[in-house]
């Protein structure tokens, strides 16, 4: 089945350092999800990227995926103490048709802490 | 507000009570899912639901868990002689669909549900 997996698990930086975040699956996805999560609250999405896309870009953030060592990666730039929170991966798959499963699979998750 | 609304944010309940989480999409959205996670890890699915249907509950242990999805009214997680290990926080998620057309749509949460088992 498929298991996305982030790595660090944690990551503290100062503010106004870039901070990556790596995420790993095993299966073929359809699309690839990054969200962020803080303490005691639900998931909120960050950025959705397909599986022909490379690369793609949302403000501050950057993800890029490679789907033939199946990871992808989230870059922050210019981190902000408001940024700290838990970052998850979450993949999606499809059958062959295109249709997606519906649900989705979460890695571990990296925590991340920005000190002012 | 016109996100995923989920109640009540908190619930307690003793050994071998029943659980009823409520769960309701966003506004145009049609296909909700359940999601558990347990402190210190990622979201575990449990459910998918469309309108009056199950449309995969693989991650939803055997006995004990149930959901629905009626035609009136928010989705509902049902949880009978619950035990200390379901203890955990309960996630709803909702999208708009997912046929190739809406295959890259994202999913929404709620705030979800903690649930504590004295």
């Known amino acids: 089945s498929q298991q996305g997996e982030e790595d660090p698990q944690a990551l503290s930086i100062q503010e106004g350092e870039n901070a990556t975040m790596n995420c790993s699956y095993k299966t073929s996805i359809n699309n690839l999800q990054w969200y962020r999560q803080n303490s005691g609250r639900g998931l909120v999405h960050l950025i959705l990227?397909?599986?022909?896309?490379r690369e793609k870009h949302s403000g501050r953030l950057r993800v890029t995926l490679d789907t033939s060592k199946k990871s992808s990666s989230l870059l922050i730039t210019a981190s902000r103490a408001a940024d700290t929170a838990s970052y998850f991966c979450?993949?999606?798959?499809?059958?062959?048709?295109?249709?997606?499963?519906?649900?989705?699979?979460f890695g571990q998750g990296t925590i991340l802490t920005v000190h002012p | 507000n016109a996100g995923v609304m989920q109640n009540p944010r908190h619930l307690v309940r003793r050994r071998g009570q029943e659980a009823r989480l409520r769960c309701s999409p966003m506004k145009g959205h049609s296909h909700v899912y359940w999601y558990r996670q347990l402190p210190e890890e990622g979201l575990k699915f449990m459910v998918y639901?469309?309108?009056?249907?199950?449309?995969?509950e693989s991650g939803m242990p055997k006995e004990r868990f149930s959901a629905e999805f009626p035609k009136e009214g928010p989705s509902i997680l049902r949880i009978q002689q619950v035990v200390r290990g379901d203890s955990a926080a309960y996630f709803c998620?909702?999208?708009?669909?997912?046929?190739?057309?809406?295959?890259?749509?994202?999913?929404?949460f709620g705030d979800g549900t903690r649930l504590s088992i004295l």
């Open positions: 639901l469309q309108k009056e249907n199950i449309i995969d």
């Open positions: 979450a993949t999606d798959g499809s059958n062959a048709g295109g249709t997606s499963y519906g649900k989705l699979t």
């Open positions: 990227i397909r599986s022909n896309e």
């Open positions: 998620a909702s999208s708009i669909g997912t046929d190739s057309t809406y295959s890259n749509q994202p999913q929404h």
